[in-house]
């Protein structure tokens, strides 16, 4: 099928790749030009596994172009895909500007049948106004009577994929959500996803909207749980590790989404429970679970903060090691990061920062001041007063502990991802926290 993405980030980019992989002919817009020339060089501006590969793949068999045109991408497709930025506004709605601006230069564009979809993450009912936009905006030359010449419809398949995992998340779905508001609608969006072979769920835009807000609430009021669960841990001396694994082997709970640790960030979680919070208060519900799930966040990061500012005693000129800037592993994306707050804050106290990242450094360079990047973690080891490991990379595994801790001042670690777990750093040597791990 003739497919255009229109925007190539993380969802665009990647949905792109994939839907050219599993046959279609797709043409994936951007804005911006630099990207754009880029990507036609199989370039991939962002560090996401297996993805580059497959663009490669992609380019070669002609499958997949990129252009900055929306008009020529209107033109020469039939499904259209929505996949550009939906960012927190200042009160934490969700900002439609760039979805209403495509929805709009698309419409201007229109000759003949298209199928405009959202995969953005939108607010409830961002489908409606999608179409009456389109509607607004199609050509005059192409209505008669008030009345388009060609119809068009509007349907909604929110993306579930996962940063750092993206590729392996598009190519096996664990399910395929549509909202759709007719057959023809319906059937187009089965044979682009027929390759696939997905568990498909078929329903309107707007419920396709609410699966999306529900899930990623969830994941969040889930990870926000079990940080509860670790703060009390921590006072009665238990361990969460423990909890989540007996919690976990009941199927209706399950073990994913049970990990502790400094609270969750990218670019997702954050900004969708706060744009939920916004559409359920103005849909006159006062979403008090969801307003704690962030509070909870929050909170994590302050406590993590306090137990590093007592066990350090006095942290100004403190040189901290920061293992892992990225919000997660398998990716160099350092939106909403928990280190990103955590080293800002530690600044403020007045301490030195030094950090190491597999991937994330070039992005966290354009954001931080002040802090010296290391070439390795043992590098980032070598005269520190204590290490801070706040993004499980695999790569932090298995650490020559006996070289680190040689090489600290102190050889203090705080280990926000609970990541050492299993290697008793203690007998190493070092002077050792977990999250919601018995305390000293
Ligand atoms: P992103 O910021 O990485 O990419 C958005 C892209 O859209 C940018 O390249 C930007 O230049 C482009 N763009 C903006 N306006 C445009 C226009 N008028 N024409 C063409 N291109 C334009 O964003 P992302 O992380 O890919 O997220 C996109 C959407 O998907 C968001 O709603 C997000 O919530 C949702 N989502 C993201 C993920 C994820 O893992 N990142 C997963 C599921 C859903
Ligand atoms: C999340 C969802 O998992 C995807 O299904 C969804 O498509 C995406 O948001 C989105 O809507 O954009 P992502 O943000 O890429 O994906 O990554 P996650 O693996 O969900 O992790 C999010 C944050 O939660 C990370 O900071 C991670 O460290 C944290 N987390 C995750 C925990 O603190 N504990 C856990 O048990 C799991």
């Known amino acids: ?23 279609h002919h797709v043409i994936c817009v951007d804005v911006d030009q630099e990207k754009v020339r880029q990507l036609k060089l199989a370039k991939v501006p962002i560090y996401e596994p297996g993805l580059e590969e497959l663009l490669k793949e992609c380019l070669a068999n002609k499958r ?47 000759d003949s049948y298209k199928l405009v979809i959202e995969k953005s ?78 568990k498909m769920i078929v329903t309107d835009i707007n419920s396709a909207e609410m699966i999306k807000h529900a899930s990623n609430s969830f994941l969040a009021t ?95 000129n403190k040189v901290i090691g920061i293992l892992g800037l990225a919000f997660k592993p398998n990716t160099d994306d350092i939106r909403s990061a928990p280190a990103i707050d955590i080293i800002t804050i530690l600044q403020s106290e007045g301490a030195k920062i030094k950090a190491y990242d597999p991937k994330a450094i070039p992005n966290a360079q354009q954001v931080l001041k002040g802090v010296t990047f290391a070439k390795d973690p043992y590098a980032l080891a070598k005269g520190c007063d204590c290490l801070l490991v706040l993004t499980e990379w695999d790569e932090f595994k298995n650490l020559d502990f006996n070289k680190i801790q040689l090489s600290m001042k102190q050889a203090i670690v705080f280990d926000g991802r609970n990541l050492y777990q299993d290697k008793d750093l203690d007998s190493l040597g070092f002077e050792y926290y977990g999250v919601g791990r018995k305390m000293l």
């Open 1 to 23: 099928m003739e497919i255009a993405v229109v925007g190539a980030g993380y969802v665009g980019l990647v949905s792109s790749v994939c839907l050219a992989k599993i046959g």
């Open 64 to 110: 997949l172009t990129f252009t900055t045109s929306i008009k020529e991408a209107t033109k020469k497709s039939i499904a259209i895909f929505i996949a550009v930025g939906t960012p927190s506004k200042m009160n934490g709605d969700a900002d439609l500007n760039y979805v209403e601006n495509v929805a709009r230069q698309i419409a201007v564009n229109m």
């Open 121 to 198: 993450t939108v607010p409830a009912e961002t489908g409606k106004r999608v179409k009456r936009t389109i509607r607004l905006n199609l050509p005059r030359k192409y209505m008669k009577d008030h009345k388009a010449a060609f119809d068009f419809d509007v349907a909604s398949n929110p993306e579930f994929l996962r940063e750092g995992s993206a590729v392996h998340d598009f190519m096996n779905p664990d399910r395929v959500v549509i909202g759709v508001e007719s057959k023809k609608a319906e059937k187009i969006l089965r044979d682009i996803y027929k390759p696939l072979k997905p």
């Open 222 to 316: 889930k990870i926000s749980f079990i940080n509860t669960i670790a703060q009390v841990c921590e006072h009665v001396g238990a361990d969460v590790l423990k909890v989540a694994e007996g919690m976990g082997y009941d199927k209706r709970i399950g073990r994913n989404f049970l990990d502790a640790g400094v609270g969750y960030g990218g670019s997702c979680f954050p900004k969708d429970v706060d744009a939920f919070i916004r559409l359920s208060e103005r849909s006159g519900y006062d979403y008090r679970l969801l307003k704690e799930v962030r509070r909870v966040n929050e909170e994590q990061r302050k406590s993590f903060l306090h137990l590093i500012e007592d066990k350090m005693w006095i942290v100004k």
